[in-house]
């Protein structure tokens, strides 16, 4: 079957560092996607991965590695607005976007 | 900014009861996606359209769902009857096209609770 794991729900600090893991097991593999999703909203495009590295946009980054079938988000110099929910996605060899269920960032002052 | 547009923002009804949502996609966006949300989960897939054409509407139940987008433009998508269990967030998206690397574009989402 075809899976991916995110932690549920983590907390950080305002002003502070944090990283996001994702770990997938699909058929194929054709990029990675982390989304954004505040409460109540639509998901919104955060990055898109499919080479092995780091990709830096801003305070955000993301990283793959398709050997380990692992991907992090990291968000630096955190912001009380950055609490949302996370969602990682993997694009299967059907070209199928297989969703995460999830990580509810909670920002503290 | 071109948005994908969808209505109603929120519905409330009576199980047994028919349902309808509208979603209008950004402009020249080929591929429209349905989704199903459930609080604390991913968007679960509906339904995927290329154009006018149905590409995968494996996970739709279609005993009371169904979906069209006849002019290859706007989509619908009916529920009939609806079910206490179908109460969750209606996602809309659009892309340009079904290629691996394009972003999917969501519009503000319908709530629906069944009653």
Request: with cysteine; proline share 4%; charged share 20%.
């Amino acid at each position: 079957g075809q899976n991916i794991d995110q932690p549920t729900e983590m907390t950080a600090t305002e002003g502070a560092i944090v990283q996001i893991n994702c770990t997938y097991q699909t058929s194929g593999f054709n990029g990675l996607f982390w989304y954004q999703q505040h409460a109540g909203e639509a998901p919104t495009f955060l990055s898109y991965n499919v080479l092995d590295g780091l990709e830096e946009k801003g305070r955000f980054s993301s990283f793959l590695s398709r050997s380990k079938g692992y991907s992090y988000l990291l968000l630096k110099e955190l912001q009380m607005k950055d609490s949302a929910s996370y969602l990682c996605a993997v694009t299967d060899s059907n070209y199928q976007l297989i969703w995460g269920a999830g990580t509810k960032l909670i920002i503290k002052p | 900014e071109a948005e994908v547009a969808q209505s109603p923002r929120y519905k409330i009804t009576e199980k047994s009861q028919a349902v309808a949502f509208w979603c209008d996609p950004i402009s020249g966006h080929a591929t429209l996606y349905w989704y199903r949300q459930i609080l604390g989960q991913g968007p679960e897939l509906l339904v995927q359209f290329q154009d006018e054409s149905v590409v995968d509407d494996s996970q739709l139940p279609k005993d009371r769902f169904s979906a069209e987008r006849l002019k290859g433009v706007d989509s619908t998508l009916k529920i009939q009857p609806a079910e206490l269990g179908d109460s969750a967030m209606y996602l809309c998206a659009s892309s340009p096209s079904a290629d691996a690397y394009n972003e999917q574009f969501f519009g503000p989402g319908t709530r629906l609770t069944v009653l």
